[in-house]
Nanobody, 117 residues
């Protein structure tokens, strides 16, 4: 059993920055992929970024060059550094982890990010 807890959301102005954190606790396997999803009002949930246990990363085109996903394996934590934020980034951001060996998937409760003047 794994629990994920996100933090770091809030209200920022366009062009500002936020850093989201997600801490995993419980029975942890190092062979996994962690990621961030987001869901804006009236839209479907979309994949924003992923990072593997070997730190390979991928991003949706709309955030490339602005967002950086990273992880600290010793702390079982994944981060999403968000720079040059735009109003279109406003959404609830969800942390996700997928364990390759067990094929189990877990989700955080979500944290609100609002980009507005």
């Amino acid at each position: 059993q794994v629990q994920l807890v996100e933090s770091g959301g809030g209200l920022v102005q366009p062009g500002g920055s936020l850093r989201l954190s997600c801490v995993a606790s419980g029975s942890i396997s190092s062979f996994n992929r962690m990621g961030w999803y987001r869901q804006a009002p009236g839209k479907e949930r979309e994949l924003v970024a992923t990072v593997t246990s070997s730190s390979s990363t991928s991003y949706v085109d709309s955030v490339k060059g602005r967002f950086t996903i990273s992880r600290d394996n010793a702390k079982n934590t994944v981060y999403l550094q968000m720079n040059s934020l735009k109003p279109e980034d406003t959404a609830v951001y969800y942390c996700n982890v997928y364990y390759y060996l067990s094929r189990n998937e877990y989700w955080g409760q979500g944290t609100q990010v609002t980009v507005s003047s």
